[in-house]
């Protein structure tokens, strides 16, 4: 799933607005049906893949109670600009809210397969290697390669042995 900030404001270069996601994550993993399997955030979106039979309402009320925390986080530290552009774009529709923080939608795509999963995984942590962040997925902190990587993580994620599943696609055991 990918999860966009309208018209891509770089919100997540701001580290507490990020950590409100991730504990909406854990929140999630924790107290809902949501099993995380590897997540990356990047400035202005991220992307996830997730499992839950209630997948659609629990990414509802993820981002609901992310938009509403993040613009009160907003508010309180005075990022005028970001709230003046989020106000601007509301969609004329949504009356419950004085801004629009996500982009509508979260684009699921059904995974299927192993091959599938460790070709979404790879995008996934690859993401900020593409862009010219860092130079090691492992080395991006909003991101589970650092779980799969072995290394401290910042949430946890349910692990998927991709490895094992390429290796047993090599060898012809499928």
């Known amino acids: 799933m990918t999860?966009?900030?309208v018209?891509?404001?770089?919100?997540?270069s701001i580290p507490a607005a990020v950590q409100l996601v991730l504990d909406s994550l854990i929140f999630l993993q924790d107290e809902r049906d949501f099993k995380l399997y590897s997540y990356v955030v990047m400035e202005n979106h991220m992307h996830l893949i997730a499992r839950s039979d209630e997948l659609q309402k629990c990414m509802r009320e993820f981002k609901s109670f992310t938009a509403r925390q993040i613009v009160d986080h907003l508010s309180l530290c005075g990022h005028s600009l970001y709230l003046r552009k989020l106000e601007k774009l509301k969609l004329t529709h949504h009356h419950d809210s004085d801004f629009q923080f996500w982009q509508e939608g979260y684009h699921p795509k059904q995974i299927d397969n192993d091959k599938i999963m460790e070709q979404k995984m790879g995008y996934i942590h690859n993401n900020p290697v593409k862009r010219g962040y860092v130079d090691q997925p492992e080395h991006w902190r909003y991101s589970s390669a650092r779980n799969y990587a072995g290394e401290q993580a910042l949430i946890p994620?349910?692990?998927v042995d991709?490895?094992?599943a390429a290796e047993r696609r090599?060898?012809?055991k499928y």
Request: charged share 5%.
């Open 3 to 5: 999860c966009s900030i």
């Open 162 to 164: 991709v490895a094992s």
């Open 157 to 159: 994620v349910t692990l």
């Open 7 to 12: 018209d891509w404001l770089p919100i997540f």
């Open 170 to 172: 090599t060898q012809g």
